[in-house]
């Protein structure tokens, strides 16, 4: 039972290169989302897709980018990665419906930017 | 305002304690109500889902007052095992999970 697979899961850039961020879910959910989690600030909604051709911006979208490549998968984009970026990074999916069903959360990235 | 609010402890208790944490969130037209448990460096995973008439599992007790805007948790007869970070998720329809802060428990023997 795979779940929710992320990669990579740690990651150095230099400040100003790009990346992205890869998720997977095999349980044929149809949501999916991004957060980040920094210490003192919990988690924070990046983006997230209701479903598959479907994204929105959450709570700190400001330097990122989504893909929702298809139902499976939903990729996080930095362009151009700031020192505030360094962060670990969730992805997470949910059932058909929005509400009273669980996420299941991938093991994070972990990144650093300097 | 922060749309959930956390109480961050931590909370340091010794094993066979009783804690209750709390968590109140703003928006009213809040549908779904978890507790999710965080270890340190892992990732969030389901602790129980909370329901208007309250619901147990084991030692754990959750209850929702949807009139106040407030979900607690309640932990009975603690274990060295329950030490981590308790997140107050809160569920609008039509938009995603939102999570609060967390609270730190630490459970000594």
């Known amino acids: 039972n795979a779940g929710v697979t992320q990669t990579p899961k740690f990651q150095v850039l230099k400040t100003g290169q790009s990346m992205t961020l890869q998720c997977a879910q095999d349980?044929?959910?149809?949501?999916m989302y991004w957060y980040r989690q920094d210490p003192g600030m919990g988690l924070r909604l990046i983006y997230y897709s209701a479903s598959e051709g479907t994204t929105d911006k959450g709570e700190v979208p400001n330097g990122y980018n989504v893909s929702r490549l298809n139902k499976r998968e939903f990729s996080l984009r930095l362009e151009s990665a700031a020192p505030s970026q360094t962060s670990v990074y969730f992805c997470a999916s949910s059932g058909d419906r929005f509400v009273d069903t669980e996420a299941f959360f991938g093991q994070g990235t972990r990144l650093t930017v300097v | 305002r922060k749309e959930v609010e956390q109480d961050p402890g931590p909370f340091n208790v010794p094993e066979g304690a009783t804690v209750a944490f709390n968590c109140t969130y703003s928006n009213s037209a809040s549908q779904s109500f978890f507790w999710y448990r965080q270890d340190c460096r892992k990732e969030p995973k389901l602790l129980m889902s909370v329901y208007s008439s309250g619901n147990e599992d084991g030692r754990f007790t959750a209850q929702l007052n949807r009139a106040s805007q407030y979900i607690s948790l309640l932990i009975r007869d603690s274990k060295l095992s329950d030490s981590a970070t308790y997140l107050c998720?809160?569920?609008?329809?039509?938009?995603?999970?939102?999570f609060g802060k967390g609270t730190t428990l630490s459970v000594s023997s």
């Open positions: 349980m044929n959910h149809n949501s």
């Open positions: 998720v809160v569920n609008q329809a039509g938009t995603a999970l939102i």
